[in-house]
């Protein structure tokens, strides 16, 4: 079993950055693939980056440019650095972790979730 903790949301006026930090604990050695995802409200989740062991990269096409993800893996930890927030980004962001696939969008190859963390871009 792993655990994610989300940290780095907050309130940002539009042109604004926030970086995310996700910590993974437990059985994290068997990650494989990590991502974040969002969800705004009344609308689907939707994937924003993924990024595997090995350092592959999956961004959103809607986000590229705007926001990276990055991986330490001997720290478990993964980031998303965003720049030039916009309203339509305001959502609740989630990290998570998958085993089996080393880069994957699809949210049900993902088996373990953090709780969230809320970014708000408004003026």
């Known amino acids: 079993q792993v655990q994610l903790v989300e940290s780095g949301g907050g309130t940002v006026q539009p042109g604004g950055s926030l970086r995310l930090s996700c910590v993974a604990s437990?059985?994290?050695?068997?990650?494989?693939?990590m991502a974040w995802f969002r969800q705004a409200p009344g609308k689907e989740r939707e994937y924003v980056s993924v990024?595997?062991?090995?350092?592959?990269?999956i961004i959103n096409m809607s986000m590229k440019g705007r926001f990276t993800i990055s991986r330490d893996n001997n720290k478990n930890i993964v980031w998303l650095q965003m720049i030039s927030l916009e309203p339509e980004d305001t959502a609740l962001y989630y990290c998570?972790?998958?085993?089996?696939?080393?880069?994957?969008?699809?949210?049900?190859?993902?088996?373990?979730w953090g709780q969230g963390t809320q970014v708000t871009v408004s003026s």
């Open positions: 998570a972790a998958g085993t089996a696939k080393e880069t994957t969008v699809d949210p049900d190859d993902y088996t373990n």
């Open positions: 437990g059985r994290s050695d068997t990650i494989t693939s």
């Open positions: 990024i595997g062991r090995g350092g592959g990269r």
